[in-house]
């Protein structure tokens, strides 16, 4: 149902989880890759919602310029490595 596709998709959406998802996969990133990470991080950030905190967000943000820079440079198999393991959790439960 929509309302079940929609809870779903907020489990990888939402910026607690992103940021939850950047923590565990921050340890085994490149140098370019943290670079990337750390530039949206850092960018200003002056409208945070109301469900997450200013540290989530920021690390979300991170999270979204993280992958935003391995599609720019076309590394899917990277993307889906990174992704994997950031969500596992998340993957794992899903009823598919």
Known sequence: SAKNLNSTALRFVKAEAQADAIMKI?????????????????????NVPKSATVGQYRLATGFEALFGYLHLTNQKERINELFSLAYEDVINSLEI
């Open 26 to 46: 921050l340890p085994i990133l490149s140098d370019e890759e943290n670079a990337a990470y750390r530039r949206g991080r850092n960018i200003g950030h002056t």
